[in-house]
């Protein structure tokens, strides 16, 4: 019996005393009960394995290309040309040729004022025009009757002269009476009003039968010149010596417009003119560009951004852009090693365009750089790659 008691009774083990050790700490209460109970939630193989701290980060590979250098500014869309259309004759408006914001080209008709009172007013000029021309030529046939008489001293040398002195009054009469005719004529003529410039007509300003006067400072219509149309824009007075070096060569350089926000390409164009001096207040000196504006969707004092593209960097190293951190000495990329391993690396910038960025030095092609999870991240920490299958 004794023998099979002691094949069944297990044999004291070294745990024994560690179950003595922890029963008087806790009856000391040196430590609580729950930590010497298992967790019933933790599996065997979850209770054996350690968790997983490496932090997941989104990363993407150093290439070659080229980088464009582009300046940028907020500019406003600003017609070559803007004409407010003034009657310059007075008058009763009769008639409004135009629909507001059509698209009128130079000489289209645009208003009528009455003609009436200066039809008449020519009317008049020209009957006083063919007597004075009445009066001219008979003058002219008596100076001729006298001019023998004068030579057989057959009447006095005064009347001779009067008579000559006749004919050229008469000839000064004739140039005055074509010089009012000429004035009757266009003023007759400012009564059908034509567009001065191609463009947009705004919104009519006067109804038809209203009296209209002279260079009225309120107008009949405004007209602005979209086709093409002009974008104004600030730059920076570092950059000009950029920007004067490309005109100088003779380059054409590029300018791309965007909505306000720098979204959204709306349409490029080519710069056009730069200002000839720099603004004290802020610095910057306003470029003209010159847009083709074929569909009409730029609008006068439309607010854009315009991205000068001044010339190309060839060959490049280039990241995205989340990839660079700043610092305070500098900026800098973490780098994951073929072994999973994030590394800080010092990195020199150059220009930046479309969410990428040029690094001048300390960076190849090829190399692997942090572009999200950054802020998880210590020198020497193992990682998992979240775009790589092969995370490590």
């Not at 990428?356 to 920490?381: M, W």
Request: aromatic share 4%; charged share 20%; hydrophobic share 45%.
């Amino acid at each position: 019996m004794s023998d099979q008691l002691a094949r069944v009774s297990p044999a004291p083990t070294a745990t024994r005393p560690r179950l003595r050790l922890a029963l008087l700490l806790l009856a000391l209460g040196l430590v609580p009960l729950p930590f010497l109970l298992p967790n019933p939630w933790m599996s065997r193989d979850q209770a054996q394995v350690p968790a997983d701290n490496r932090p997941t980060v989104r990363t993407a590979l150093a290439t070659r290309g080229d980088m464009p250098i582009i300046l940028q500014g907020l500019g406003v869309v600003t017609p070559f040309s803007t004409v407010t259309v003034r009657p310059r004759i007075g008058g009763e408006l009769q008639s409004v040729s135009f629909r507001e914001g059509q698209m009128v080209r130079q000489g289209d008709d645009l208003a009528q004022i009455d003609p009436r009172p200066y039809e008449a007013i020519v009317g008049a000029i020209e009957g006083d025009l063919m007597r004075d021309q009445a009066l001219l030529q008979q003058a002219q046939v008596d100076l001729a009757r006298y001019r023998p008489l004068a030579e057989r001293d057959d009447i006095s040398k005064q009347k001779y002269d009067a008579q000559q002195s006749l004919v050229r009054q008469y000839q000064g009469t004739l140039v005055a009476d074509r010089a009012r005719l000429a004035g009757a004529q266009l003023n007759l003529a400012y009564c059908h009003i034509t567009a001065p410039i191609g463009g947009r007509v705004g919104l009519r300003l006067v109804d038809p039968g209203n009296d209209v006067k002279a260079d009225d400072p309120t107008g009949l219509v405004v007209i602005a010149a979209l086709q093409p149309i002009s974008v104004i824009f600030p730059l920076l007075e570092d950059d000009l010596p950029k920007v004067m070096r490309r005109l100088a060569a003779g380059a054409d350089l590029p300018v791309d417009i965007y909505d306000r926000a720098g979204r959204t390409l709306i349409e490029s164009g080519t710069l056009f003119s730069v200002d000839n001096q720099v603004d004290v207040a802020t610095g910057t000196a306003r470029l003209r560009a010159r847009v083709a504006n074929a569909a009409n969707v730029l609008f006068p004092n439309q607010f854009v951004t315009a991205r000068l593209r001044v010339d190309t960097l060839h060959d490049a190293v280039v990241v995205p852009e989340a990839a660079i951190q700043e610092g305070t000495d500098g900026n800098y990329v973490w780098l994951i090693g073929p072994h999973g391993r994030a590394t800080v690396r010092r990195v020199s910038t150059g220009p930046a365009a479309g969410g990428r960025i040029a690094v001048l030095d300390g960076l190849k092609p090829g190399a692997r750089v942090v572009t999200d999870g950054a802020d998880r991240l210590r020198e020497g920490a193992r990682v998992v790659l979240s775009d790589t299958a092969g995370a490590s």
